[in-house]
């Protein structure tokens, strides 16, 4: 496709459930991003995946969450046992060289 | 502590007016300053890149300036329109040798452009 895609668009969950957020990036896209917003606050960065590197996980904020990138493409972002505080707009990005972001829409979490 | 500041209060201004947001930073080297425009229930869209060794940037009717003495980035949006309302993102990157293009971003500021 043309942009960046995420599903689900939505997702609410119970809290302790596991959940699985999906990114298609752009197509030859070698660098793939995660970061999550909550309301009112910046962009936090999760996890980066550049080309066949080891990602770099150093925002992930705890040993519950997990990504991983099949195939240098389509990404995976695990939430397991999640918790209320993990309510947040995911964002996927993909960019093909130091540039500029192509984000998706995201994915609106919510644990209740 | 590494800080990005931008106006967190909201910016209203006139349209035909030129917008100006901010950005500071403290404790960073970046290699490059991007700006991000975002609009509610969706994700940001890239805007602009400046590089630390170029002093202002243009597209259009954006401007950016980038000073690391005042470790500082300006936006301006001259002409404004009531379609350039939406909350204006600045995120910095350390470049290859700190991170890959890994970004952080400011909080962001809210343009809200009159009639």
């Known amino acids: 496709g043309a942009g960046v895609s995420q599903s689900p668009s939505n997702k609410v969950t119970e809290k302790g459930k596991d959940v699985e957020l999906r990114c298609d990036p752009i197509?030859?896209?070698?660098?793939l991003y995660w970061y999550r917003q909550s309301l009112g606050q910046g962009l936090e960065f999760l996890i980066y995946?550049?080309?066949?590197?080891?990602?770099?996980k150093s925002g992930l904020p705890s040993d519950r969450f997990s990504a991983e990138r099949t195939g240098g493409s389509v990404s995976t972002l695990t939430i397991q046992r999640t918790q209320q505080e993990d309510s947040a707009v995911y964002l996927c990005?993909?960019?093909?060289?130091?540039?500029?972001?192509?984000f998706g829409s995201g994915t609106r979490l919510t644990v209740v | 502590s590494q800080k990005i500041e931008q106006n967190s209060e909201a910016l209203n201004i006139q349209e035909g007016k030129t917008a100006t947001l901010t950005c500071n930073y403290t404790?960073?080297?970046?290699?490059?300053l991007q700006w991000y425009r975002q609009d509610p229930g969706r994700g940001p869209v890239f805007l602009l890149l400046?590089?630390?060794?170029?002093k202002e940037k243009r597209k259009e009717r954006l401007k950016v300036t980038f000073d690391t003495t005042l470790k500082q980035s300006l936006f301006h949006i001259t002409a404004s329109q009531p379609a350039d309302s939406a909350t204006y993102l600045c995120?910095?990157?350390?470049?290859?040798?700190?991170?890959?293009?890994?970004?952080?971003f400011g909080t962001g500021t809210q343009l809200k452009v009159e009639l």
């Open positions: 995946f550049q080309g066949n590197s080891a990602p770099d």
């Open positions: 197509s030859g896209h070698t660098a």
């Open positions: 990005a993909s960019t093909p060289r130091p540039n500029g972001y192509t």
């Open positions: 400046i590089r630390e060794n170029e």
């Open positions: 404790n960073y080297s970046p290699a490059y």
């Open positions: 995120a910095l990157g350390l470049g290859l040798t700190g991170g890959g293009n890994k970004l952080t």
